[in-house]
């Protein structure tokens, strides 16, 4: 779709990038002749990754490992990014999900969610962009919301309040650093089905079966397209596009209410069965993270 070399010169900071959209989209990036940095709370899966993606595209990547919920150990990272040159990108890519109903979640539960996706989405572009505007450089920032930010997120209201903060940010920061010639884009997914996201959104099931089952086209989306769409995002030659959200579903939003509106029907046994399988997905990252 593109000519090879676009991204050439270009330096992009993806965070979460050691793996699922993050790493697809990164992939895509490096494939396209740019710089690659990304970052994440598992430094061993980020340098896995790292490694991966330079050995199979020749291109050079850094990783970090950083939990974005720290505005100082960000602010830390994107320092020492920034003493080798500046960047000329940023995916906002980091998140975190899980569904429960509301009047089950406890307020550490929220804040699992919305301190990395309001929160951490801040901290890094605060700390890129201050960094832009005192070294007069252009820049381009792309976060990946949820296409519930306009109509409704039944049984995930953390991740809906928090991805409908940074698409406000995305608008609210192309209006005010616009005249420095940073652009803030984002990008609405619909279900790109990646391992960790299926077993906190639709635990027991196969990955991308309801979608299937609902969506206008009859399918999930293919992680080609999403990078395809982020790479036109950050490459140059619409350098006007600013302050937008494009949706990239298949047309879904237009037919559904809230991408878990169906489980309104599900049985207090249903949703015990799944906050156990859960909770047993989250131990599991924790003891692979370590102490």
Same mark, same amino acid.
């Given at each position: ?9 270009? &330096? ?27 970052? !994440? ?21 850094? #990783? ?35 569904? #429960? ?10 804040? +699992? ?13 605060? +700390? ?73 959104? &639709?635990?027991?099931?196969?990955? *991308? ?8 086209? *009859? ?36 037919? #559904?209410? !809230? ?7 599900? #049985? ?24």
């Amino acid at each position: 779709m593109f000519r090879d070399g676009l991204l050439k010169g270009q &330096r992009i900071l993806v965070t979460g990038g050691g793996t699922g959209l993050g790493k697809e989209m990164a992939s895509g990036f490096l494939a396209l002749g740019a710089e690659l940095f990304i970052c !994440g709370r598992r430094k061993s899966v980020c340098d896995a990754t790292a490694f991966e993606l330079a050995d199979r595209t020749g291109g050079q990547v850094t #990783s970090y490992g950083v939990d974005i919920r720290n505005a100082a150990a960000v602010d830390e990272m994107v320092e020492d990014i920034f003493r080798s040159g500046p960047l000329t990108g940023l995916v906002n890519n980091a998140a975190g999900n899980f569904i #429960s109903r509301t009047e089950d979640l406890s307020a550490k539960g929220f804040d +699992a969610v919305a301190n990395i996706v309001m929160h951490g989405t801040f901290y890094v572009t605060h +700390a890129v962009g201050k960094r832009w505007i005192a070294g007069k450089h252009n820049g381009s920032v792309v976060s990946i919301v949820v296409t519930w930010i306009d109509n409704s997120g039944p049984f995930v209201v953390p991740s809906a309040m928090s991805k409908a903060a940074v698409a406000t940010m995305t608008r609210s920061l192309a209006v005010e650093w616009g005249r420095y010639g940073i652009r803030l884009n984002a990008i609405a997914p619909g279900v790109f089905p990646t391992e960790g996201a299926a077993k906190r959104l &639709r635990p027991g099931e196969e990955p *991308g079966a309801h979608t299937k089952a609902v969506n206008p086209m *009859g399918r999930v989306g293919q992680m080609s397209e999403l990078q395809n769409l982020a790479t036109f995002l950050l490459a140059p030659g619409c350098e006007w596009l600013n302050g937008e959200t494009v949706t990239i579903d298949g047309a879904q939003h237009l037919v #559904s209410a !809230g991408g878990f509106y169906d489980l309104r029907e599900w #049985s207090d046994e249903q949703w015990r069965t799944a906050r156990e399988a859960i909770r047993a997905v989250n131990e599991k990252d924790r003891a692979a993270r370590g102490p």
